[in-house]
Protein backbone atom coordinates (compact mmCIF):
# COMPACT_ATOMS: atom_id res chain seq x y z
CA UNK A 1 0.00 0.00 0.00
CA UNK A 2 0.63 3.62 0.31
CA UNK A 3 3.29 4.19 2.62
CA UNK A 4 5.27 7.64 3.72
CA UNK A 5 9.11 7.71 5.13
CA UNK A 6 9.98 10.76 7.13
CA UNK A 7 13.56 11.49 8.39
CA UNK A 8 15.28 12.25 10.77
CA UNK A 9 12.81 11.51 13.65
CA UNK A 10 14.42 13.79 15.99
CA UNK A 11 16.69 16.82 15.09
CA UNK A 12 18.20 19.47 17.54
CA UNK A 13 19.18 22.90 16.08
CA UNK A 14 20.83 25.95 17.68
CA UNK A 15 18.64 28.81 17.34
CA UNK A 16 18.88 31.07 14.28
CA UNK A 17 20.05 27.85 12.01
CA UNK A 18 18.05 26.23 9.30
CA UNK A 19 16.28 22.75 9.82
CA UNK A 20 15.55 20.11 7.10
CA UNK A 21 13.25 17.50 7.44
CA UNK A 22 13.18 14.85 4.35
CA UNK A 23 9.97 12.46 3.24
CA UNK A 24 9.83 9.64 0.91
CA UNK A 25 6.31 8.60 -1.01
CA UNK A 26 5.66 5.39 -2.68
CA UNK A 27 2.61 5.83 -4.71
CA UNK A 28 4.05 8.09 -7.67
CA UNK A 29 0.55 9.32 -8.61
CA UNK A 30 0.29 11.44 -5.10
CA UNK A 31 -0.79 15.37 -5.67
CA UNK A 32 -0.65 16.66 -2.23
CA UNK A 33 2.01 17.24 -0.25
CA UNK A 34 1.37 19.05 3.31
CA UNK A 35 3.18 19.65 6.53
CA UNK A 36 1.50 20.09 9.66
CA UNK A 37 3.13 20.98 13.13
CA UNK A 38 1.67 19.64 16.44
CA UNK A 39 3.06 21.48 19.84
CA UNK A 40 2.70 19.48 22.74
CA UNK A 41 -0.77 18.62 23.56
CA UNK A 42 -1.97 19.60 21.01
CA UNK A 43 -3.82 19.09 17.81
CA UNK A 44 -1.68 19.26 14.34
CA UNK A 45 -2.03 22.43 12.69
CA UNK A 46 -1.09 23.46 8.75
CA UNK A 47 1.74 24.93 8.44
CA UNK A 48 2.07 24.60 3.88
CA UNK A 49 1.63 22.36 1.75
CA UNK A 50 2.97 21.96 -1.99
CA UNK A 51 0.84 20.26 -5.25
CA UNK A 52 2.39 18.14 -7.44
CA UNK A 53 2.59 20.25 -10.28
CA UNK A 54 4.72 23.04 -8.33
CA UNK A 55 8.19 22.38 -7.62
CA UNK A 56 8.63 25.01 -4.58
CA UNK A 57 6.86 26.83 -2.21
CA UNK A 58 7.75 29.86 0.34
CA UNK A 59 5.52 30.93 3.17
CA UNK A 60 8.53 32.94 5.19
CA UNK A 61 10.83 31.31 6.90
CA UNK A 62 9.16 27.83 5.95
CA UNK A 63 9.74 26.39 2.19
CA UNK A 64 9.01 23.08 1.05
CA UNK A 65 10.22 21.65 -1.83
CA UNK A 66 9.00 18.49 -4.26
CA UNK A 67 11.40 16.21 -6.64
CA UNK A 68 8.54 14.09 -8.33
CA UNK A 69 10.90 12.14 -10.32
CA UNK A 70 12.83 11.25 -6.74
CA UNK A 71 9.35 11.08 -5.08
CA UNK A 72 10.76 13.07 -2.30
CA UNK A 73 9.80 16.39 -0.46
CA UNK A 74 11.44 18.35 2.02
CA UNK A 75 10.38 20.85 4.78
CA UNK A 76 13.13 23.83 5.20
CA UNK A 77 13.13 26.50 8.31
CA UNK A 78 15.29 29.07 7.86
CA UNK A 79 16.62 31.28 11.31
CA UNK A 80 14.99 28.59 13.62
CA UNK A 81 13.40 30.22 17.02
CA UNK A 82 12.31 28.65 20.18
CA UNK A 83 8.56 28.35 18.99
CA UNK A 84 9.72 26.17 16.35
CA UNK A 85 10.05 23.53 18.25
CA UNK A 86 7.36 20.97 17.82
CA UNK A 87 7.08 17.78 16.02
CA UNK A 88 6.65 18.23 12.19
CA UNK A 89 4.22 15.41 10.05
CA UNK A 90 4.39 15.02 6.51
CA UNK A 91 1.51 13.94 3.92
CA UNK A 92 0.64 12.72 1.33
CA UNK A 93 -2.71 11.90 -0.96
CA UNK A 94 -2.72 9.90 -3.04
CA UNK A 95 -4.15 10.45 -6.79
CA UNK A 96 -8.30 9.91 -7.03
CA UNK A 97 -8.18 9.44 -3.07
CA UNK A 98 -9.05 11.79 -0.47
CA UNK A 99 -6.62 10.14 2.38
CA UNK A 100 -3.66 11.77 3.87
CA UNK A 101 -0.76 9.21 4.60
CA UNK A 102 0.78 10.70 7.79
CA UNK A 103 4.87 10.37 7.73
CA UNK A 104 5.93 9.05 11.48
CA UNK A 105 7.12 12.79 12.41
CA UNK A 106 9.97 14.91 13.20
CA UNK A 107 10.69 16.08 16.83
CA UNK A 108 12.27 19.21 16.32
CA UNK A 109 13.94 20.90 19.03
CA UNK A 110 15.56 24.52 18.79
CA UNK A 111 18.08 25.45 21.28
CA UNK A 112 18.10 28.99 22.67
CA UNK B 1 -17.65 28.47 13.27
CA UNK B 2 -16.85 26.06 16.13
CA UNK B 3 -14.40 23.97 13.51
CA UNK B 4 -14.28 20.44 14.39
CA UNK B 5 -15.52 19.68 17.91
CA UNK B 6 -14.90 16.26 19.42
CA UNK B 7 -16.37 14.59 22.86
CA UNK B 8 -14.96 13.57 25.38
CA UNK B 9 -12.08 15.23 25.43
CA UNK B 10 -10.84 12.28 27.73
CA UNK B 11 -11.87 8.44 28.33
CA UNK B 12 -11.20 5.61 30.24
CA UNK B 13 -12.68 2.14 29.42
CA UNK B 14 -12.44 -0.93 30.85
CA UNK B 15 -11.70 -3.87 28.44
CA UNK B 16 -14.15 -5.44 26.18
CA UNK B 17 -16.67 -2.24 26.71
CA UNK B 18 -17.86 -0.50 23.77
CA UNK B 19 -18.26 3.29 23.58
CA UNK B 20 -18.71 6.09 20.78
CA UNK B 21 -16.37 8.90 20.08
CA UNK B 22 -18.55 12.13 18.31
CA UNK B 23 -17.07 14.28 15.80
CA UNK B 24 -18.70 17.34 14.23
CA UNK B 25 -17.82 19.96 11.49
CA UNK B 26 -19.81 22.97 10.86
CA UNK B 27 -17.91 23.98 8.10
CA UNK B 28 -20.07 21.83 5.44
CA UNK B 29 -17.04 19.71 4.70
CA UNK B 30 -17.61 16.96 2.65
CA UNK B 31 -14.66 15.40 3.50
CA UNK B 32 -13.87 13.35 7.16
CA UNK B 33 -11.89 11.04 8.26
CA UNK B 34 -10.60 9.44 12.08
CA UNK B 35 -6.96 8.96 13.73
CA UNK B 36 -5.34 7.52 15.55
CA UNK B 37 -1.51 8.36 17.11
CA UNK B 38 0.37 6.33 19.18
CA UNK B 39 4.24 7.51 20.27
CA UNK B 40 6.80 7.18 17.24
CA UNK B 41 3.91 6.26 14.87
CA UNK B 42 2.45 9.61 13.36
CA UNK B 43 -1.10 9.29 12.83
CA UNK B 44 -2.46 6.22 10.99
CA UNK B 45 -6.09 6.20 9.32
CA UNK B 46 -8.76 4.52 10.50
CA UNK B 47 -11.86 5.36 8.53
CA UNK B 48 -13.04 7.88 6.26
CA UNK B 49 -16.21 9.46 4.56
CA UNK B 50 -16.20 11.58 1.43
CA UNK B 51 -20.03 12.27 2.13
CA UNK B 52 -23.07 11.41 3.85
CA UNK B 53 -23.79 7.79 3.42
CA UNK B 54 -20.42 6.99 1.90
CA UNK B 55 -17.93 5.94 4.20
CA UNK B 56 -14.41 3.57 3.50
CA UNK B 57 -11.56 1.77 5.57
CA UNK B 58 -8.29 3.29 6.09
CA UNK B 59 -4.85 1.69 7.43
CA UNK B 60 -5.81 0.39 10.58
CA UNK B 61 -9.47 -0.06 10.18
CA UNK B 62 -10.46 -3.47 12.76
CA UNK B 63 -12.21 -2.98 15.84
CA UNK B 64 -13.91 0.05 15.02
CA UNK B 65 -17.01 1.03 13.09
CA UNK B 66 -17.84 4.31 11.32
CA UNK B 67 -21.27 5.93 9.94
CA UNK B 68 -21.44 9.14 8.43
CA UNK B 69 -26.15 9.67 8.33
CA UNK B 70 -24.95 13.75 7.92
CA UNK B 71 -22.83 15.76 6.58
CA UNK B 72 -21.99 17.16 9.84
CA UNK B 73 -21.31 14.55 12.30
CA UNK B 74 -19.26 11.39 12.09
CA UNK B 75 -18.62 9.19 15.06
CA UNK B 76 -16.59 6.20 15.66
CA UNK B 77 -17.76 3.31 17.23
CA UNK B 78 -15.44 1.05 19.91
CA UNK B 79 -16.94 -1.92 19.86
CA UNK B 80 -15.20 -3.79 22.31
CA UNK B 81 -12.49 -2.02 24.15
CA UNK B 82 -9.15 -3.48 23.86
CA UNK B 83 -5.87 -2.30 25.35
CA UNK B 84 -4.51 -1.75 22.06
CA UNK B 85 -6.96 1.05 21.39
CA UNK B 86 -5.05 3.19 24.24
CA UNK B 87 -4.70 6.01 21.81
CA UNK B 88 -4.89 9.70 20.53
CA UNK B 89 -7.81 9.94 18.63
CA UNK B 90 -8.44 12.70 15.69
CA UNK B 91 -11.39 13.71 13.52
CA UNK B 92 -10.40 16.19 10.84
CA UNK B 93 -12.35 17.26 7.50
CA UNK B 94 -11.25 18.83 4.45
CA UNK B 95 -13.55 20.67 1.66
CA UNK B 96 -15.58 18.98 -0.82
CA UNK B 97 -14.86 17.07 -4.26
CA UNK B 98 -12.29 18.00 -6.58
CA UNK B 99 -8.75 18.35 -4.98
CA UNK B 100 -7.72 17.68 -1.95
CA UNK B 101 -7.69 20.49 0.65
CA UNK B 102 -6.53 21.22 3.90
CA UNK B 103 -7.80 18.85 6.52
CA UNK B 104 -8.87 20.36 9.77
CA UNK B 105 -8.12 18.54 12.85
CA UNK B 106 -10.07 18.37 16.07
CA UNK B 107 -8.72 18.64 19.37
CA UNK B 108 -8.53 14.84 19.84
CA UNK B 109 -9.62 12.40 22.00
CA UNK B 110 -7.30 10.82 24.89
CA UNK B 111 -8.49 6.89 25.19
CA UNK B 112 -7.19 4.43 28.09
CA UNK B 113 -8.08 1.04 28.12
CA UNK B 114 -7.44 -0.86 30.79
Known amino acids: GENVEQHPSTLSVQEGDSAVIKCTYS??????FPWYKQELGKRPQLIIDIRSNVGEKKDQRIAVTLNKTAKHFSLHITETQPEDSAVYFC???????????FGTGTRLKVLA | NAGVTQTPKFQVLKTGQSMTLQCAQDMNHEYMSWYRQDPGMGLRLIHYSVGAGITDQGEVPNGYNVSRSTTEDFPLRLLSAAPSQTSVYFC?????????????FGPGTRLTVT
Open chain 1, 27 to 32: DSASNY
Open chain 1, 91 to 101: AATPSGTYKYI
Open chain 2, 92 to 104: ASSSDRGAPYEQY
